[in-house]
């Protein structure tokens, strides 16, 4: 494997709830994503899947950790800048991020050329009014974004329009690293497609590297090289996509894929998680995050942590019963 | 308990931002009180005499030291133009306003909800935009204005109302003092006639009072209602065939009064202001009137035990609010 | 904002409709009273004293024989003036704070919200009566304690809202274009902030006006002779039980119209702003 | 004991068009829907967003916006029409015969009542219960929906549970007194996969325990495929194909249906074979609406599709399919 | 019903604030309460003019004192003090309780000590107890004052034995008590006061000093809204007010119903319009020339004062003929003149400046000063309104910069020289507004205050009168009227030169 465009190292965030309370929100997470890669982030809701994707994007500083950014010959470590002021780090347009809700992410008073001009303007530095058109008209070409609807506010944008119009906006600065979290989630079946085929498009052309968070597994599988399945802060298990969904170790992975509705499975009763889930205040540091809910569980599992085990080629897991 | 405790604790930067805007501000007072005092035929020693006497000659930070430690002894000062206690006159006129500003409020929220509520059930019908025009015309007129407009109608015009003088008929002998609150204080000797006699008294200023505060009461209704009308679990509970009744006061009124109780709180500092126009129209012998005329007199202790105790009824009335908040919504105990 | 927006947000409530027309109408008023007034509102020869209304003097004359309706007329710009003023002073100031508070939170956002408590924690008007009482009566002082009071409903609007938007996806995404705190803050948060608050100042204007109309009663407002409507209502309040209603009730139902109209202003104003109301 | 006539369907909804009048226009809806649905069926309706689904789901109940109007037709449910059954009779349905459940459980949840004493209200009003019966039947409720540790949820607020757990409050707020119909509007959107596998089983489950029948309204053909019976597709306020749900997943006969499909990620091997729908759903609000809304989008239209009113093709006795062209 | 028939409620716009008239800051309304809740050792007669009952201020008669003697050499004065009098505890009366209230009066300070001073009464030196019921003042110099200033309501009487158990070494004259509560042996009791609110007396029914009062209870209200007083006097709820605005009591004079009012001049008492005499413009005689004959006297006599005045312009002479006091000056509204004045004087542009006035006055010094700005302002002078609030009166009056200004006095005592002492010495006390000074001025006052031949007096009075419109430091404006109005039922009411209603003489039928 050549050097990867981003190394994330012993990533960590804790979010302050109350006096004595930490959520461990990221817990000590490393991962690779390498050029051109693109890579699915997918777990239950609240696992971190966001917070995650907000630290890497620099918007809210981790507790510790490196994020380490390999562009061409130079390295940075995107971490070390404090996100109050990562506005006007060399390397903000490099990382881009496109966000679930399109609806919310869009500034409702700014025309979609507006929003799409925005980075031109601030991170590439364009000044001349004319050649910012020309881009915006570019960027919204390669969305499939009609220029017509380029005056339009948000609210007169449908919802893949307006899904458009984030990407073309996170597109601008002509990023790397686009991180995109459920960004079709709050689409249309019909809608989500078109979207979906967007970006493998623009992937392919653009050479881009993906962090992709999805909740809908049959999504990832199908646009994403690689796959990082998180639990409750922590990563539980990673590897190639296909070789994911067709061998999940871990056994939050085996749930997970086992509840993907599947026409052919009618009838058959499916394996359903029982229990509660554990909290992620403060919890117990040794204990795996999936015991209490894990069908094989067993008493060692509350008594030492165990780290990710490559379990095939690039497949890693992290489960006490793949060390028998 | 313990909250209680915490929220009292939460307010007392607030009491010692009041303390201090007040003494600035009563400081800044023009006039010199001691001139005032000294009297009609004072010469300019007898003003430096009066002055030294209130000590009003020594530096600023020295008089809010010795106010402060006054304070902290239960000692408010005197009222200079009663000569009063200051404690005293507050405790004595307290009740009084707060009597009238408790029935205005109450008066207003028992209108206002139920007009709330039909604007919101039929939101943009003729009923809504009535409630709108009605609430709003009584919010657009001062109060005093109000005030002497109903007096003009309903006393001196028509003879329905009692004469506007005050708490009591002057040949009514007030209640024995218990609570302060004459309805109440009638009621517990029970004497009916004087508890008639109190209520008709308020009829007028608690009208004048509870017009001024329809509006934001009812709007305040209105929007919330609508949201919670529109919400999914009001959906849900039709959907269980649960009777307009049920859906509409245990589970919308219910939810819809959250956001009135916060504009309750505003309201009754609403009130507690207008009290000083309404009690001056009335003949009322609240603490409003009293603050007036202490203002004008550039009497310092009794605007400042004035303010004092409005501060502080406000922090013990938002005390009341959240706790009311607590019981009606479980979520907010969470967040100590 | 077209005209075709302002027709449609017209055409959606009535009420705003009649409130928008009255409202023109008062703003012509305030433009060109002096013009349009049929007396010098000064003048105590325009009638004889307290004569009820006649052809002469529509709206009768005041104890010094002054015409009611010039004065009424006249009035309109310093009480709009006195609206205006003071409701713009606490809308920049309390929503700049407030702004700021809601989006950055800390220190200055406790020391901001500490001191609009501190203000609420004095019944409005009594803090009102404080501040004219202290600095003098003058309009100047009328402005600055109507604003006073008014700021911290705007500190709480402005907060609450920003406090809000801070987790917007717009403010974020915003934030990964290049963005800096205080541009996000002036160009993204306040301008979204702006239709909720357009409320609070159209009740803030009505309050204004009432406002100064209590003070007058207390004898803190307006320096007499000039005409304003609190004033001339505080002044005629004694004539009301006396018969001469006139003197009272024309300025009141004017005073009450403003405020009325300013009341029911808000909702359209909101409209008005809202980009997402066009269509 | 047998149903005393095998045939009768449990609902049959004939006709069906629903408008509702707004300031901006008459929006029309819902137009000539027609479905039966028989006792212990699941009926799964999917459609884009903006199709009609929820306000089918709502004019079963009656619990439409204000502004809807029902232009025509029937639905015919134990004898008695729900869309002329007035507000009263209608109350007694609700909750009682035919139950709903929705999405964002969360937020169906009075937040601040105990979930208990909503499961309470319902019995109250329909079951007659009163007094200290009330609270077991309500743990027994909850029991039926497999919470755990029922009692002590009996006293918990929506705010302390999770969504999963709301939305089994729900269900058991809806089940609570054995309906004959469960009407379920997205029942899972939102909620993690493996609490939708959860869930979607504890509903199939108590539905043939109680031999309930079920609409079951979702976005998701593949989840509706699992667990349906028969399945009704729904575009722009027309049914335009019901079938029995392998039929409709292996065979569809409309095009939309089969643009549908091919949307779907599940049944996509690549992204490059998705086919995206063209096109946007038509406003509904036009009074000039062409005889299949779909036209607009179709590849397969021609001039005669605009022609005359749509056709009810039955491809099978079971099977219907409402398109000129269907194959 | 039964109670409202011996008793009075009286609705005013004030009430004392005071029950003690020495306290520090007593105001007008606590005059009224040691009026008839204190007794004196004598009161004035009473006479009618012109139908009007009124006090006479020439005849003493007796209070607590059933008789007195002044010395052969007219140094001193000796009264016997009745035998059955007795405070409202049932202590008797004596002479130590005399002497320790004028003790007080001087000891007290302030107001009191100056109004015992215009009576020559200044040392406590003269005060003298002989026995139990015989009491002597000895005076400094012959002064017509002094006994009659023994009949004002700072000499009242007080219980000395019940006040000096409240006394403490802070305070030896035991005014914190006395200040709440009363120590009097008057014809009517305190029962209560609520400072602010209202005070109720009830009649002592042990009262020896003068026939027993009808009225078996008062109560003085305190109504702030002059608008809530008309209703309620009109409608008969209450009984009597003589706080109301002039305009409501012009009104109420002339309908014809169940209520009258009661008007008299009050003596020795102007409103006028007061100039700064030492600073410019002002300073200028010929700028004070212009302002008085710029007034709009008839404008303000209708429409501020409603006719509630006694008109003091407009004579047909600029001199002064007669010592009848208040004066009639012989300006009138003469714009031409005044602008031509305002040329002479310098100021053909006219200057701009202030006009003051006591907001407690305001409801009627308010219409002055809007109309005077009018008319001031034809003439050039442009004027911005400032209303002093009560409370910096004063403390104005006593800066002595104001440079226009509208103000009221009056003086206890029936005398000009009195009046012109307080108001134009230049000994510059608190009531010479427009400090003014000139010596002739003081010659003619100091010297008329102890002239005994009424010749010579007369021509004093004249000329002092004289110079005051010649020199012009104030322009007088009218003699206040005191309006009582009361429901037909009530009477006896009198006029007294302390402007509260004596309740001991009055009925209700
Ligand atoms: N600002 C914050 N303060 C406190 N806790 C937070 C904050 N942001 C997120 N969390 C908590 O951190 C955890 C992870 O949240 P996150 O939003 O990253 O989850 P997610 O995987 O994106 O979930 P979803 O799929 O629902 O979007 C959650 O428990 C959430 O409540
Ligand atoms: N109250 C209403 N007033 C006007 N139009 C309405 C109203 N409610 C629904 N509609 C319209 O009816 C159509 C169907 O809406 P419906 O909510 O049934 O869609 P849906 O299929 O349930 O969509 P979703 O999957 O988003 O829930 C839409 O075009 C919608 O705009
Ligand atoms: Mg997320
Ligand atoms: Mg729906």
Redesign the pocket.
């Known amino acids: 494997m050549n050097t990867p465009l981003l190394r994330v190292e012993r990533l960590v965030k804790h979010f302050k709830v109350g006096r004595n309370a930490m959520l461990h929100a990221v817990d000590d997470i490393s991962l690779d994503i390498a050029p051109g890669e693109s890579v699915g982030l997918v777990g239950e809701s609240g696992c971190g899947k966001s917070t995650l994707s907000r630290v890497l994007a620099r918007l809210i500083d981790a507790d510790s950790g490196h994020i380490h950014f390999h562009d061409g010959a130079q390295e940075s470590d995107l971490a070390a800048s404090p996100a109050a002021r990562f506005a006007r780090h060399a390397q903000r347009g490099v990382v881009q991020m496109v966000f679930q809700d399109a609806n919310d992410s869009l500034n409702p008073r700014y025309l979609a050329q507006d929003t799409i001009a925005e980075p031109l303007r601030l991170l590439v530095g364009m000044k001349d009014a004319a050649a910012i058109k020309a881009r915006v008209e570019e960027l919204a070409g390669w969305v499939g974004l009609p220029t017509e609807l380029l005056g339009r506010y948000p609210h007169q944008l449908s919802g893949g329009q307006k899904a458009r119009v984030g990407i073309a906006r996170a597109l601008a600065s002509s990023p790397r690293l686009l991180i995109l979290d459920e960004p079709t989630a709050a689409l249309?079946v019909s809608v989500q497609a078109t979207v979906l085929q967007l970006l493998a498009d623009l992937k392919a052309r653009l050479g881009l590297s993906y962090l992709f968070v999805s909740h809908d597994l049959n999504v990832v599988r199908l646009l994403c090289d690689r796959v990082v399945v998180m639990y409750l802060g922590k990563v539980v298990e990673q590897g190639p996509a296909q070789e994911v969904f067709a061998h999940p170790h871990h056994p939050y992975t085996q749930m997970l894929v086992a509840a993907i509705p599947d026409p052919h499975r009618k009838g058959q009763p499916a394996q359903i998680m029982q229990g509660e889930a554990r909290s992620p205040i403060n919890p117990d540091p040794r204990a795996c995050r999936f015991h209490g809910r894990c069908p094989h569980g067993e008493p060692r599992c509350e008594l030492h942590t165990v780290s990710l085990r490559e379990v095939a080629p690039q497949h890693l897991a992290a489960c006490h019963l793949l060390e028998d | 308990m313990k909250m209680i405790l915490k929220r009292l604790l939460l307010a007392l930067p607030n009491l010692i931002g009041v303390i201090i805007v007040t003494f600035v501000l009563t400081r800044a007072l023009p006039g010199d009180p001691a001139a005032y005092f000294a009297g009609a035929a004072a010469t300019p020693e007898a003003v430096e005499q009066v002055r030294v006497k209130l000590g009003l000659d020594r530096p600023l930070p020295e008089q809010f030291l010795h106010y402060v430690v006054d304070l902290a002894h239960g000692d408010w000062g005197s009222s200079l133009a009663t000569g009063q206690k200051v404690t005293t006159e507050i405790a004595a006129r307290l009740p009084a306003s707060l009597e009238l500003t408790l029935c205005g409020l109450l008066l207003a929220v028992s209108i206002a909800l139920p007009l709330g509520v039909l604007a919101a059930t039929r939101p943009n019908s003729w009923a809504d935009h009535g409630v709108r025009v009605l609430t709003t015309m009584g919010v657009s007129l001062p109060t005093f204005f109000t005030g002497l407009l109903l007096v003009y109608i309903f006393y001196y015009k028509l003879g329905w109302a009692a004469s506007p003088n005050g708490r009591l008929d002057a040949f009514v002998t007030s209640p024995p003092t218990v609570t302060g609150f004459y309805l109440i204080d009638s009621l517990l000797i029970g004497d009916l006639a004087v508890f008639w006699a109190t209520l008709k008294q308020l009829i007028l200023p608690t009208v004048t009072m509870a017009l001024f505060v329809l509006a934001p009461l009812a709007r305040m209704t209105r929007a919330s209602m609508l949201g919670v009308l529109s919400s999914d679990f009001v959906r849900t509970a039709r959907a269980s065939g649960l009777t307009p009744g049920t859906v509409l006061y245990t589970y919308a009124l219910r939810n819809a009064l959250l956001p009135v109780l916060t504009t309750m709180g505003m309201v009754f500092s609403f009130l507690l202001g207008s009290n000083v126009l309404v009690e001056k129209v009335f003949a009322w012998p609240g603490i409003g009137s009293f603050a007036i005329e202490s203002l004008v007199a550039s009497d310092y202790a009794p605007v400042q035990g004035f303010v004092l105790s409005m501060a502080l009824l406000y922090v013990v009335l938002n005390l009341l609010i959240d706790l009311a908040y607590t019981w009606l919504d479980p979520r907010v105990s969470l967040d100590g | 904002m077209n005209t075709k927006h302002l027709r449609y947000v017209l055409k959606e409530n009535p009420i705003t409709a009649v409130a928008f027309s009255v409202f023109s109408l008062f703003v012509l008023m305030a433009i060109f009273g002096p013009l349009i007034a049929p007396f010098d509102p000064l003048d105590s020869n325009a009638g004889p004293a307290l004569s009820p209304p006649t052809w002469h003097n529509p709206f009768g004359t005041d104890s010094f024989g002054r015409d009611i309706l010039s004065r009424v007329i006249v009035a309109t710009r310093l009480d709009f003036g006195i609206a205006l003023a003071a409701v713009l002073l606490s809308f920049v100031i309390g929503s700049a704070f407030g702004c700021a508070a809601g989006f950055w939170g800390g220190w200055f956002d406790r020391i901001s919200s500490r001191l609009a408590d501190t203000i609420m924690a004095f019944p409005l008007f009594v803090l009102a009566m404080g501040v004219v009482a202290a600095l003098g009566n003058t309009v100047g002082n009328v402005i600055y304690a109507t604003a006073l009071i008014n700021l911290p409903f705007y500190l709480r609007v402005a907060r609450a809202e920003s406090n809000v938007r801070r987790e917007a996806g717009f403010v974020e995404a915003a934030r990964l274009a290049g963005n800096h705190d205080l541009r996000i803050l002036a160009v993204h948060i306040f301008p979204n902030i702006l239709p909720p608050m357009m409320v609070q100042v159209s009740l803030n204007m009505g309050w204004a006006i009432l406002n100064a109309a209590g003070l007058s009663f207390i004898g803190l407002g307006v320096r007499p002779p000039m005409p304003e409507w609190g004033i001339m209502v505080a002044e005629g309040a004694s004539y009301i039980i006396s018969g001469e209603w006139w003197v009272a009730l024309f300025p009141g139902a004017v005073l009450m119209l403003a405020v009325f109209c300013f009341n029911l202003l808000g909702d359209g104003l909101r409209d008005l702003i809202d980009p997402r109301r066009r269509t | 004991m047998n149903a005393p006539v095998a045939s009768l369907p449990l609902l049959h909804v004939a006709d069906l068009s629903l408008e509702?009048r707004?300031r901006s226009g008459t929006?029309f809806?819902?137009e000539n829907i027609a479905f039966s649905l028989n006792k212990g069926e699941m009926l799964g309706i999917v459609?884009?967003?903006?199709?009609?689904?929820?306000?089918?789901?709502?004019s079963m109940l009656g619990i439409?916006?204000?502004?809807?109007r029902v232009t025509a037709g029937t639905a015919m449910f134990g004898g008695a029409d729900l869309l002329k059954a007035s507000e009263h009779e209608l109350r007694e349905i609700r909750g009682r015969e035919v139950s709903m459940i929705f999405?964002s459980p969360r937020t169906a949840l009075n937040p601040i009542r105990k979930v208990g004493h909503q499961i309470e209200d319902v019995l109250k009003r329909h079951a007659a219960v009163r007094g200290v019966d009330l609270r077991e039947r309500a743990i027994d409720c909850l029991k039926r929906v497999r919470i755990p540790d029922p009692a002590r949820r009996y006293d918990a607020y929506p705010f302390e549970l999770s969504g999963g757990m709301c939305q089994r409050i729900l269900i058991a707020l809806a089940l609570a007194c054995q309906p004959s119909l469960l009407i379920a509007?997205?029942p899972t959107t939102g909620l993690d996969v493996t609490t939708q596998a959860a869930i979607m089983e504890l509903l199939s489950s108590l539905a043939a325990e109680q031999n309930m029948a079920s609409i079951l309204?979702t976005?998701d053909l593949a989840l509706a495929a699992q667990y349906c019976d028969r399945i009704a597709v729904?575009h722009?306020?027309h049914l335009i194909e019901c079938g029995p749900a392998e039929e409709v997943l292996n065979a569809p006969h409309h095009p939309y249906t089969r643009r549908l499909i091919a949307s779907t990620p599940h049944t996509a091997p690549s992204i490059a074979a998705m086919s995206p729908i063209p096109g946007n759903?038509p406003d509904?609000r036009r009074s000039d609406l062409p005889p299949c809304r779909y036209a607009g989008r179709c590849e397969r239209f021609e001039a005669a599709c605009n022609a005359a009113p749509l056709p009810e093709f039955a491809i099978t006795p079971h099977h219907t399919v409402r398109c000129w062209n269907a194959e | 019903q039964d109670a409202r028939k011996d008793a009075l409620l009286v609705v005013n716009e004030n009430g004392p604030n005071s029950l003690d008239i020495h306290g520090v800051g007593a105001n007008r309304a606590s005059y009224g309460v040691a009026w008839i809740a204190y007794d004196r050792l004598m009161s004035y007669g009473k006479k009618v003019v012109n139908g009007v009952p009124y006090y006479d201020y020439a005849k003493l008669e007796p209070e607590l004192a059933e008789s007195w003697q002044v010395a052969k050499d007219g140094m001193s004065v000796t009264f016997k003090l009745r035998k059955d009098a007795r405070f409202h505890d049932g202590s008797p009366v004596t002479a130590e309780d005399v002497k320790w209230s004028y003790d007080r009066a001087l000891g007290m300070g302030g107001f009191p000590q100056f109004q015992m001073s215009a009576g020559s009464l200044e040392k406590p030196e003269q005060f003298e107890v002989v026995d139990a019921s015989t009491f002597r003042v000895k005076f400094l110099r012959k002064d017509k004052l002094s006994l009659p200033d023994m009949a004002v309501p700072v000499a009242s009487i007080y219980n000395a034995k019940l006040a000096k158990a409240h006394a403490t070494a802070d305070d030896p004259w035991a005014a914190a008590w006395l200040k709440n509560n009363e120590a009097g042996g008057g014809a009517y009791k305190v029962a209560s006061w609520k400072p602010g609110q209202e005070i109720v007396y009830e009649r002592f029914d042990d009262w020896k000093n003068g026939p027993l009062p009808k009225l078996k209870r008062v109560i003085q209200r305190e109504v702030a809204n002059p608008g809530t007083r008309r209703a309620l006097i009109e409608k008969g709820d209450a009984d009597m007010s003589f706080e109301m605005p002039p305009k409501d009591f012009a009104l109420l004079s002339q309908t014809k119903g169940d209520l009258v009012v009661k008007s008299t001049p009050v003596e020795n008492a102007e409103w006028f319009i007061g100039m700064n005499y030492n600073k410019p413009p002002f300073n200028n005689p010929k700028v004070r020339q212009a302002v008085a004959w710029a007034v709009p006297y008839e404008k303000i006599y209708t429409r501020a004062f409603y006719g509630r005045v006694i008109k003091l312009w407009g004579a047909k002479s600029m001199n002064v003929t007669s010592a009848d006091w208040p004066a009639v000056h012989g300006y009138s509204t003469d714009i031409a003149k005044a602008k031509a004045l305002m040329a002479e004087a310098g100021y053909p542009n006219g200057f701009d400046t202030t006009l003051s006035f006591d907001l407690g006055n305001g409801t009627i010094s308010e219409p002055i000063a809007v109309l005077l700005q009018e008319s001031l302002n034809e003439i050039g002078i442009r004027t911005t309104i400032n209303k002093v609030p009560g409370a910096n009166w004063r403390a104005q009056m006593l800066k002595k910069e104001m440079p226009l200004f509208i103000n009221r006095f009056g003086g206890w005592l029936n005398y000009p020289e009195y009046f012109f002492y307080w108001n134009f010495h230049s000994s510059d006390p608190v009531f010479n507004d427009s400090s003014y000074k000139n010596p002739a001025m003081d010659k003619l006052i100091d010297a008329a205050r102890f002239e005994t031949d009424k010749k010579k007096y007369e021509a004093q009075v004249k000329s002092f009168i004289d110079l005051a419109h010649k020199d012009l430091p104030r322009v007088p404006l009218g003699q206040p009227v005191m309006d009582v109005v009361m429901n037909k039922n009530i009477s006896g009411y009198t006029y007294w030169f302390h402007i509260q209603p004596d309740y001991r003489q009055i009925e209700k039928k």
């Open positions: 249309d | 509702f707004t929006v809806a819902l459609g884009e967003s903006g199709s009609g689904k929820s306000v089918l789901a709502y439409s916006d204000g502004a809807a999405q509007d997205e309204i976005h729904m722009a306020g759903l509904l």
